[in-house]
């Protein structure tokens, strides 16, 4: 236990005329009563089974960026330019 912590739980100890086992059982019991109890048995967590919606899927077509940006999809060597307002820092 670290030198402040002990310093600490055994001024508290002192403060409620108990003695820092008695303090230390308290806490073990607060602790495990509001803690919630660990699962009986832990299985491994797996991905669920997707579930479809009704709908073609879209990443079939190999041009899917393109059909659902409506056909503007930045094209390769075009820099993204932003407009400046008048005044803003380059």
């Not at 079939?60 to 075009?78: I, L």
């Amino acid at each position: 236990m670290p030198d402040a912590l002990y310093r600490q739980a055994k001024a508290l100890a002192e403060s409620r005329e108990i003695s820092l086992a008695e303090l230390v059982r308290n806490g073990l019991e607060y602790i495990l009563r509001v803690s919630v109890p660990p699962a009986e048995r832990k299985q491994a967590w797996t991905l669920p089974e997707p579930v479809h919606l009704g709908k073609d899927d879209p990443f079939v077509d190999p041009d899917w960026r393109s059909t659902f940006h409506c056909g503007q999809v930045a094209e390769k060597g075009k820099p993204y330019r932003v407009s400046r307002k008048k005044g803003a820092a380059k």
